[in-house]
């Protein structure tokens, strides 16, 4: 059974919000705190790093011609984190926008066997919206605290 194509709109959807969020946004608002050790600014550029994530499966997958699977984990977010926090606030904003419109793009447009594959191992890697909202509803309770 074909793969239902719903994750279009919601992928667009919540690249919406964080178009809508990154417009908002102040310099001071970005440097938000979100949790103990996130800010607004770093929880956008850790989906910069997921979203390119998921590209890289994407070329992976469709070069091989089969499901690549990389051998990472949620560990890479205490890793990163220190890169994340070092990136400018406002080319965090900017650069998870355009991640997540690029990675938006390249899964609508993906082949269809190959994107069910994708979906079957880890939704979350085709419905990309799953994880941008966890961590936009995120900072929106931030910024309203």
């Known amino acids: 059974m074909p793969l239902d194509n719903s994750y279009i709109n919601l992928n ?13 946004l102040s310099d001071a608002d970005l440097l938000h705190p979100v949790g103990p050790h996130w800010t607004v600014a770093i929880a956008l550029a850790h989906f910069v790093f997921w979203d390119r994530r998921v590209e890289y499966v994407l070329d992976k997958t469709q070069a091989d011609g089969k499901l ?13 984190l220190p890169l994340w926090a070092a990136i400018p606030p406002r080319a965090a904003a900017n650069i998870s926008l355009e991640a997540a419109e690029h990675v938006d793009k390249r899964l609508e447009s993906y082949p269809p066997k190959l994107l069910e594959e994708i979906y079957n191992y880890n939704k979350r890697w085709v419905i990309r919206a799953l994880h941008r909202n966890e961590h936009l509803d995120e900072i929106d309770a931030a910024l309203k605290s």
């Open 12 to 24: 667009r959807q919540a690249t919406q919000r964080i178009r809508d969020l990154v417009a908002r």
């Open 68 to 80: 690549f699977i990389p051998e990472i984990d949620t560990f890479v977010n205490d890793l990163s």
